[in-house]
Structure formats: structure tokens, C-alpha cells
């Protein structure tokens, strides 16, 4: 079992940055791959960005050139970063993992992953 923990959301105006943090405990010497995914009221749950385990990262159109992934794997931690938010942006953020065999493999599908964390709200004001 893989326990996450989402932090770093808030109420931020349209153009403004957060970071949010994944952090990891439990079974994390397993091989994840990572991913984050928003839902906004009355929407269904959309891919944002994800990393595989070689760290490679994939985005979203909707943020790409916006938002940026990166990890920190001493702290079993995963960020992240977005920037030039708009109000679309607005929704509960989560991050999942799956585990995985393979370095290069990720997935923009919410079925493919095993482990999710509660969510962080993030609310950007126009």
C-alpha cells in the first residue's frame, strides 16, 4: 500500500502560481509512475500531467508551457508547479501512482491507477 498526501493548494488570483506536493509513504520502494488529475463541479476527473518512473514527464494541452512536474526522491515527493493559472484552472487537484515495470510507461487514463490521494482544492480568481 502506497499512502498520498496532496498540500500546496489555495485560493490564488488569474495569473498567479502554486505548488502543490505529492508526498509518499508507505510501500515507495515499489516502481510508480505518477500522475495528477483535476475535477472541477459537475465535470469528470481530467489528466493534467505525468511522469513515469525514468522521469519523463507528459502534459495536458490545456497546461502545457504552464504547469511543470519535478520530484525530489529523497523526500519520496512530487511537485507540481503551476504557473499563469486562469479560472479554468480551478478544481480539486489529486495525484496518483500506479505501479509499473516499465521506466517509460505512464498514462493520462484515471483507471490505470491504483493509489489516490485526497486533493487539494485550488481556486483561481478572475
Known amino acids: 500500500q502506497v499512502q498520498l498526501v496532496e498540500s500546496g493548494g489555495g485560493l490564488v488570483q488569474d495569473g498567479g502560481s502554486l505548488r502543490l506536493s505529492c508526498a509518499a509513504s508507505?510501500?515507495?520502494?515499489?516502481?510508480?509512475?505518477v500522475g495528477w488529475f483535476r475535477q472541477a463541479p459537475g465535470k469528470e476527473r481530467e489528466f493534467v500531467a505525468a511522469?513515469?518512473?525514468?522521469?519523463?514527464?507528459y502534459y495536458a494541452e490545456s497546461v502545457k508551457g504552464r504547469f511543470s512536474l519535478s520530484r525530489d526522491n529523497a523526500e519520496n515527493t512530487v511537485y507540481l508547479q503551476m504557473n499563469s493559472l486562469k479560472p479554468e484552472d480551478t478544481a480539486v487537484y489529486y495525484c496518483?501512482?500506479?505501479?509499473?515495470?516499465?521506466?517509460?510507461?505512464?498514462?493520462?487514463?484515471?483507471?490505470?491507477?491504483?493509489?489516490w490521494g485526497q486533493g487539494t482544492q485550488v481556486t483561481v480568481s478572475s
Open positions: 496518483a501512482v500506479r505501479e509499473t515495470l516499465y521506466r517509460s510507461s505512464y498514462s493520462t487514463d484515471p483507471i490505470a491507477y491504483g493509489f
Open positions: 508507505g510501500r515507495t520502494s515499489r516502481s510508480y509512475a
Open positions: 511522469m513515469s518512473r525514468s522521469g519523463s514527464t
